[in-house]
């Protein structure tokens, strides 16, 4: 048993004497307050009480008023006790209550902002009926291919986010050259290359390292490793 408030014990009795019983319930529950009563030839156990963490002894044969004096504290004590533990629970408590509301408000963050990739990429392609499939196959293969290039997890999670992206500036391209069915003139060509300077202004300046990565994809996804390319090659 842990849930008695006080425990008054006498250190001779019969079954089991209070030394080993203060041993039992200090084991159980450490926090209990224990009294111990002893009789002047049984001093030699005092240092014993002590080291179990006995918290008062009163010495036979009893005086009232001493008696009621330790009675007095011990309750105290006990209050004390009490209130440290439930005060312990209770701020226990609200830390798991304030932990789990940080997590579901962080994945909520995660699904909205996810969420708000796929309406801007759907919102390009609504634009560029044609690259639909190739947005989304984007989305899958570059954190396949920055994984077998050993890309640390944060940048593979970040090109799954930012590569469907790539094309976002085509919003701001007119349609007779967007959707122009044949092949480009050279001015029309000149027009559709700045769809990666205007990619890269509508998610520029962004504190968050995954729109950074939007930023520099939609700029950089016509450069090539020859130095050609646009718009800086
Ligand atoms: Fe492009």
């Known amino acids: ?12 009795m019969p079954g089991m004497n209070g030394v080993k019983m203060a041993e039992q319930i ?3 529950n450490p926090g209990q307050v224990i009294i111990v009563i002893s009789a002047h030839d049984e001093a030699g156990y005092l ?21 009621l004096t330790v009675l007095d504290k011990a309750i105290r004590l ?18 798991e209550k304030r932990t789990r509301e940080l997590t579901e408000a962080l994945n909520m963050v995660q699904e909205v902002s996810s969420e708000v990739v796929q309406r801007l990429t759907a919102a390009a392609e609504l634009r560029d009926g044609d690259s639909g499939l190739h947005n989304r196959r984007l989305g899958i ?10 890309m640390p997890a944060d940048f ?13 500036g085509k919003i701001g391209i007119y349609d007779n050259i967007l959707l122009k ?3 480009l003139t050279k001015a029309e060509f000149e027009v559709m290359k700045n769809h990666t300077l205007t990619g890269a202004s509508i998610v520029a300046q962004s504190k968050q390292q995954k729109i950074q990565m939007v930023e520099s994809i939609a700029l950089t996804h016509h450069e090539r490793w ?3 390319g646009y718009p800086r090659g």
Do not use: C, W
């Not at 842990?2 to 014990?9: A, G, K, M, P, Q």
């Not at 240092?47 to 008696?67: E, M």
């Not at 986010?161 to 790539?166: R, V």
């Open 141 to 150: 293969y570059s954190p396949l291919l920055s994984q077998e290039l050993n």
């Open 181 to 183: 069915a044949g092949p």
């Open 78 to 95: 006990t209050r004390y006790t009490l209130m440290q533990k439930n005060y312990q629970k209770d701020l226990e408590e609200t830390v």
């Open 226 to 228: 020859d130095g050609s």
């Open 47 to 67: 240092l014993d009480l002590i080291n179990l963490g006995v918290d008062y002894f009163i010495l036979k044969p009893l005086d009232l008023n001493q008696f």
């Open 26 to 28: 200090k084991f159980l």
């Open 156 to 168: 593979v999670e970040s090109i799954a986010f930012a590569a469907p992206l790539h094309d976002i």
């Open 1 to 12: 048993q842990s849930n008695y408030d006080l425990v008054l014990t006498d250190i001779n």
